[in-house]
T-cell receptor, first 114, second 110 residues
Framework: IAGITQAPTSQILAAGRRMTLRCTQD?????MYWYRQDLGLGLRLIHY???????GKGEVPDGYSVSRANTDDFPLTLASAVPSQTSVYFC?????????????FGSGTRLTVV | GIQVEQSPPDLILQEGANSTLRCNFS?????LQWFHQNPWGQLINLFY???GTKQNGRLSATTVATERYSLLYISSSQTTDSGVYFC????????????FGEGTQLTVNP
């Protein structure tokens, strides 16, 4: 793999079910992020991690949790999915120790909660 | 939080035309990036430009941080330039986290 890999590509999920979206990077970037993209609202930050072992809440964290056990992986979990969580989810990473903080994005996961 | 406004929201061009996209932001920033989202949904980083001017082929960007705006120039547009262009900014207190604008939808017709 090169860059960021997200899985699954798409998913239809029954309301109330638990779901984990996977994100793996191979660039050794220290910072990782989860954004959701909804029509007309741009991208909004859900959770972030500045380095392995730390996480923080973004703009829209309710109903989501994350973990960062190592540098490469940053899974996003929906504990009990609701229809308002229907969205396209993007994982991103950046190297804040580099000369710039340019983001690299994964290809996204399209989630439909019914 | 910081507000990011992009204009115009939609833009339709004929192939070969030039265009300017604008990004206004409400507070001082130390991080500003432009992204292109292609029609298949892939987000590509175009520029990291918290200040100054950069050029990459037919694209260039200028950020005037003191006046809180950035401009993205697309010259000799091609149909492959179609998609949504996002501006995203971050403040020093936000670390490397970015706040995105709602984007400019660009359509380039042959």
């Amino acid at each position: 793999i090169a860059g960021i890999t997200q899985a699954p590509t798409s998913q239809i999920l029954a309301a109330g079910r638990r779901m984990t979206l996977r994100c793996t990077q191979d660039m050794r970037h220290n910072a990782m992020y989860w954004y959701r993209q909804d029509l007309g609202l741009g991208l909004r930050l859900i959770h972030y991690s500045n380095t392995a072992g730390t996480t923080g809440k973004g703009e829209v964290p309710d109903g989501y949790s994350v973990s960062r056990a190592n540098t490469d992986d940053f899974p996003l979990t929906l504990a009990s999915a609701v229809p308002s969580q229907t969205s396209v989810y993007f994982c991103a990473s950046s190297d804040s120790g580099a000369s710039h903080y340019g983001y690299t994005f994964g290809s996204g996961t399209r989630l439909t909660v019914v | 939080g910081i507000q990011v406004e992009q204009s115009p929201p939609d833009l339709i061009l004929q192939e070969g035309a030039n265009s300017t996209l604008r990004c206004n932001f409400s507070d001082s920033v130390n991080n500003l990036q432009w992204f292109h989202q292609n029609p298949w949904g892939q987000l590509i980083n175009l520029f990291y430009i918290p200040s100054g001017t950069k050029q990459n082929g037919r694209l260039s960007a200028t950020t005037v941080a003191t006046e809180r705006y950035s401009l993205l120039y697309i010259s000799s547009s091609q149909t492959t330039d179609s998609g949504v262009y996002f501006c995203a900014v971050g403040r020093e207190t936000s670390g490397s986290r970015l706040t995105f604008g709602e984007g400019t939808q660009l359509t380039v017709n042959p």
